[in-house]
């Protein structure tokens, strides 16, 4: 872990009118909850165009809940981690503004940060189909699965991002203002491969922000659109920098 590019971060974010992060899959997997692309990955399992379209589940939903129990049964148990713990720090100082996160886990939420913008939905709800019916995923125990509606007795389905599904209109609405609004962006933990959730630190950018890059190996945004790359794990990074803000301030 570079000390300089810590000090660096922190006197960025301190100088800072916006800060903003952004994450994806790399901040989960210190808690436990593989990259779905990754070697250890649902998608090794699954084939993602078979398994993870929309149009699959409307097809064929007993099948796809096989995919979908394994989900549930990595995230049940998660909890977060320090990376996690330290953004929600980071808002609590008035230091951070919002988390944009293509996760579905919740754990930004369970670490006690408020302004949670879920650019692919969420895990913790699942939602009804046919008659728009929505329940609390945590009421719901490995024997229920797969869960039917109490109405009309469908399948229910996770309230997450499926292929051939467009992102969540408030999602893509909230995204757009905090990127073209923000001065700094942390972006953590993302291949940065994904569209369009990829976009938000290019907009960012686009709009003369700092882009502080936090991730264990480069991406398509170091070289072209990241400021700098703080290499290294994200649960080790963001609590040194939250330290160092501290003492900064």
Same mark, same amino acid.
């Given at each position: 872990?570079?000390?300089?590019?810590i000090?660096?971060?922190a006197?960025?974010?301190?100088?800072?009118?916006?800060?903003?992060?952004f994450t994806?899959?790399?901040?989960?997997?210190?808690?436990g909850?593989?990259?779905?692309?990754?070697?250890?990955?649902l998608?090794?399992k699954?084939?993602?165009?078979?398994f993870?379209?929309?149009?699959?589940?409307?097809?064929?939903? #007993?099948?796809?809940? %096989?995919?979908?129990?394994?989900?549930?049964?990595?995230i049940?148990?998660a909890?977060?981690n !320090?990376?996690?713990?330290g953004?929600?720090?980071?808002?609590?100082?008035?230091?951070?503004?919002?988390?944009?996160?293509?996760n579905?886990?919740?754990?930004?939420q369970?670490?006690?940060?408020?302004?949670?913008?879920?650019?692919h939905?969420?895990?913790?709800?699942?939602?009804? %189909?046919?008659?728009s019916?929505?329940?609390?995923g945590?009421? %719901?125990?490995?024997?229920?699965? !797969? !869960?039917?509606?109490s109405r009309?007795?469908?399948?229910?389905?996770p309230?997450v991002?499926?292929?051939?599904?467009p992102? !969540?209109?408030k999602a893509?609405?909230?995204?757009?203002?905090?990127?073209q609004?923000?001065?700094?962006?942390l972006?953590i933990?993302?291949?940065?491969?994904v569209?369009?959730?990829?976009?938000?630190?290019?907009?960012?950018?686009?709009?003369?922000?700092?882009?502080?890059?936090?991730?264990? #190996?480069?991406?398509p945004l170091?070289?072209?659109?990241?400021?700098?790359?703080?290499?290294?794990?994200?649960? #080790?990074?963001?609590?040194?920098i939250?330290?160092?803000?501290?003492?900064?301030?």
């Open positions: 872990m570079d000390q300089k590019l000090q660096r971060a006197q960025d974010i301190l100088n800072s009118k916006k800060t903003i992060a994806g899959a790399g901040i989960s997997v210190e808690s909850i593989p990259d779905f692309r990754g070697s250890q990955g998608w090794q699954y084939d993602p165009e078979e993870a379209h929309i149009d699959a589940f409307r097809s064929d939903p #007993e099948r796809i809940w %096989l995919m979908l129990k394994d989900m549930f049964l990595i049940k148990d909890k977060p !320090p990376a996690h713990l953004l929600a720090e980071l808002e609590r100082m008035g230091y951070l503004s919002s988390v944009i996160t293509q579905v886990d919740g754990l930004h369970a670490a006690g940060s408020r302004h949670v913008i879920e650019f939905g969420s895990h913790r709800t699942l939602s009804c %189909l046919k008659c019916t929505t329940i609390d945590a009421s %719901l125990k490995v024997e229920d699965l !797969p !869960p039917r509606c009309c007795s469908s399948l229910l389905k309230d991002v499926f292929f051939g599904e992102i !969540p209109l893509q609405v909230s995204s757009l203002k905090e990127s609004s923000c001065s700094v962006v972006s933990g993302t291949s940065a491969v569209y369009p959730a990829a976009s938000i630190p290019i907009t960012a950018k686009e709009r003369g922000a700092t882009v502080i890059e936090i991730n264990r #190996e480069p991406t170091t070289h072209e659109i990241s400021d700098y790359l703080i290499s290294g794990s994200a649960g #080790e990074i963001i609590p040194a939250v330290e160092e803000v501290k003492r900064l301030r």
